[in-house]
């Protein structure tokens, strides 16, 4: 069914981004849905739901390199998962939650902001983030780099969306202070 | 740090987020490239792969794109075929052509097809013997042009009509594939040959054609009356010849 979602698109690149995202990274989408949902015809749902998910979001996909479009599409097919391990599996395992939260990051802050001016290598910026938490950098990813509003992204991680901005908050404030450290650190 | 940003000024406070922003690109990238890696990984395992059914139907569409855009290229920089009274005019676009500028063997060949024009393009012989035909009963619009030969190994995988334009592809076990199509030329046809390997004009039937071979991929374009043909194969350019000398109208 999802292929013939995928080939009605109208943008003739949109469709190709789709069909070559669907073909090529299937694998790792279902495996990464199968972690969550530990059921294969199950993940192969999992999966076709974010890729309908993830057309109504192609104009903010056009931009993005092979690596972040992959890295995106995994990150929506786990949020499809979780939502429906909420709503379907819910109390079968607690493993699965484990993936988002942690919201409960100590701040770090040691250094004053100036020192980002020395942290040049765009490598070592990505790399100081691997440390925050899935559910930080699912905010970060969908306020800073898609442009979603708080509303869509509250839609999209099942939170409220009045809620989103703190919790934006926080995790902007976490990813921060972990680059503050991180050139604290480069700087000892 | 938090009250330090906070009493910093608004043009520290864009650094800040100018930094963030980048490392959640680079993150991106990073986190990407490490599933990109996982991904092939898991190429072998079949618990994580597409039904072949499934897969080969993507194969298809994504070839079939990928045969329209490369049509499209090649439709992008050269001459026009302007159909009228089946007459084949090429039109050079020199303002539009950086291709041309560049390309001395391609305006010849241009020049001649120009200059070589003659009524041929209005003998068309049709042929009434369905049977010498390969898939005669895909074949349904009127006067419509059919193979009556396909190499060996190939079957038709699908048809594509939508009332202007009507495309077949075959495609073999080995990945190669032929797509004829033929629609009512109108307008402007222009070709892309930058950086193509091969350019010439060669007859196929009573009309002059021109081939393109780029990126190992041929395409051989012709008019007959007011049908304009073309078929795009990444086989070989003597097996693609043969099917398009093949090709007849058939009602």
Known sequence: ?188 | MHNIIKNKSEYQNAIDELVLKAAISSLLEIEGNKLIEENNRLKNDPRFQLSPEIDKKIKQAIRRSESRYKFKKFRKVAGGIVSKVAVVFLAIFVGLTSTMAVSADFRKIIYNLILSYDERYTQVERSTEYKEFVDSDVYTWEHIFAPTMLPHGYKLTSVDDNGTIFAVLYENAENLYIEFTQHSSNGKFRADTENAQKILTTFVGDSEALVVEKDGVIIITWQVGDFLLYIISNDQTDTVLNFAESIKLMR
């Open chain 1, 1 to 188: 069914m999802v292929l013939s979602i995928i080939l009605a698109i109208e943008n003739e690149d949109d469709r190709n981004l789709m069909l070559y995202l669907y073909s090529e990274f299937y694998g790792i989408f279902k495996s990464k849905a199968y972690g969550i949902i530990k059921d294969y015809m199950m993940a192969e749902d999992i999966v076709q739901d974010a890729v309908i998910k993830m057309m109504d979001r192609m104009p903010k996909m056009r931009g993005l390199t092979k690596p972040q479009a992959v890295s995106y599409a995994c990150r929506t097919v786990n949020s499809v998962a979780i939502d429906y391990y909420r709503k379907h599996i819910r109390g079968t395992t607690k493993e699965v939650l484990s993936v988002s939260g942690n919201d409960e990051f100590t701040d770090t802050s040691q250094s004053p902001p100036e020192i980002y001016e020395r942290l040049e290598e765009y490598e070592k910026l990505g790399e100081a983030l691997l440390q925050l938490s899935e559910r930080d950098k699912d905010l970060i990813y969908n306020k800073y780099f898609l442009g979603l509003s708080d509303r869509e992204i509250g839609l999209l991680l099942e939170m409220e969306h009045t809620n989103v901005r703190v919790s934006l908050n926080r995790a902007r404030n976490r990813a921060k202070n972990i680059l503050t450290k991180m050139s604290g650190d480069n700087n000892a």
